[in-house]
Nanobody, 116 residues
């Protein structure tokens, strides 16, 4: 069974940084793509950043230049380095992974709060 477990959320002041991590477990699972989505209160879940197995990345316009996604294929782990955080970045952040058979998997989320 595939499980995604996020960590690294918390409270940070505007302008601060956080690093999210997500470990994907499953004895034979190999992720084709991995990424992060977020959902702010009262809003739909939106993509933040996606990274493919070869390292190519895509970012939401709102986070370009501030967030960096990376992955360690050997550890089945994806990271999201978030810098210059803004109050509007406050949301639940969800890890996502897609297998080579196009199955999608989600973590339970980690809360990021940007506030002074």
């Amino acid at each position: 069974q595939v499980q995604l477990v996020e960590s690294g959320g918390g409270l940070v002041q505007p302008g601060g940084s956080l690093r999210l991590s997500c470990v994907v477990s499953g004895s034979t699972f190999s992720a084709k793509s991995m990424g992060w989505y977020r959902q702010a209160p009262g809003k739909l879940r939106d993509v933040v950043a996606i990274i493919s197995r070869d390292g190519s990345t895509n970012y939401a316009d709102s986070v370009k230049g501030r967030f960096t996604i990376s992955r360690d294929n050997a550890l089945n782990t994806v990271y999201l380095q978030m810098n210059s955080l803004k109050p509007e970045d406050t949301a639940d952040y969800y890890c996502w992974a897609r297998s080579y058979s196009d199955m999608a998997y989600w973590g339970k989320g980690t809360l990021v709060t940007v506030s002074s």
